[in-house]
């Protein structure tokens, strides 16, 4: 496990919030918060992020060359049991004060203490009604966290919370934002290509979306392909 310089928890909250969404890509976010996390919270060796979505776990950030962390999650992910995936079902904290005598995780304990993760911290992160996670901290000692950092862990697990929501929104919206934008599009060039027929055929609005239809159907393609073909068709110097 690597060791980092410590950082005073008001810094680390600071910096949270300082991030800019339209910066950074939710990947970027969940990396930061495991970094910043291992720096600010007493007894950290190294830091997870669990995210469980439709009660599928994953660990979607980790700290630390061996990937210690990350080799522990996936013990409890394959046993279906641990404290962090407790902690990200309840929402709750989970402290692993001593894993040599921990009994609740059979298994995982032992394997935790083999890898030389000997307590541990999970804390739960309310992102979304459908996704919800939790910060793991490992410590390389037993009783590593005392109650002044538990209550920093969930100080800052909070802000993480909350960081991790927003991202959630942001990236919500702004494929919803796409989505508008492509359906704008097509309905331009539906309405482009509806034009050219009512002026070649001298029909109605109506008539001319059920010729586009009735194309589409034909040959097996969506309207706004074949909206596509007659603006382009129509666009080509006429000999």
């Known amino acids: 496990m690597t060791h980092v310089e410590p950082m005073d928890p008001h810094e680390a909250f600071a910096e949270l919030g300082r991030i800019r969404l339209a910066d950074v890509d939710i990947d970027t976010l ?13 007894g950290a060796s190294e830091v997870s992020v669990t995210l469980l979505h439709d009660n599928k776990p994953q660990t979607a950030a980790f700290t630390g060359a ?7 999650d996936e013990k409890q992910y394959e046993r279906g049991y641990g404290p962090c995936l407790q902690a990200a ?5 989970l402290i692993v004060p001593d894993t040599g005598s921990e009994q609740r995780w059979p298994g995982w304990a032992e394997t935790a203490a083999q890898a030389g993760a000997h307590s541990s911290l999970s804390v739960g992160l309310p992102v979304h009604e459908h996704v919800t ?6 410590a390389t000692t037993p009783n ?20 991790l929501a927003n991202a959630h929104l942001y990236e ?25 027929i009512m002026g070649e055929r001298r029909c109605t609005p ?6 586009l239809s009735k194309l589409s159907q034909d040959s097996n393609r969506k309207v706004r392909d074949v909206a596509s073909a007659v603006v382009e068709n129509a666009r080509r110097p006429q000999r």
Request: hydrophobic content about 55%; overall charge negative; glycine content about 6%.
């Open 89 to 93: 079902e309840s929402t709750s904290s």
């Open 144 to 163: 590593a966290f005392d109650d002044d950092a538990i209550a920093i862990a969930q100080t800052f697990a909070g802000f993480a919370a909350v960081g």
């Open 66 to 72: 061996l990937a210690l962390a990350l080799a522990l």
């Open 206 to 211: 109506e008539q001319a979306f059920a010729i």
């Open 133 to 138: 996670g939790a910060l793991n901290i490992y």
């Open 30 to 42: 969940l990396d930061k918060i495991a970094q910043l996390a291992k720096r600010t919270i007493p």
């Open 172 to 196: 919500t919206q702004a494929t919803l934002a796409g989505h508008m934008q492509k359906a704008m599009e097509n309905r331009a060039v539906i309405e482009q290509a509806k034009g050219i």
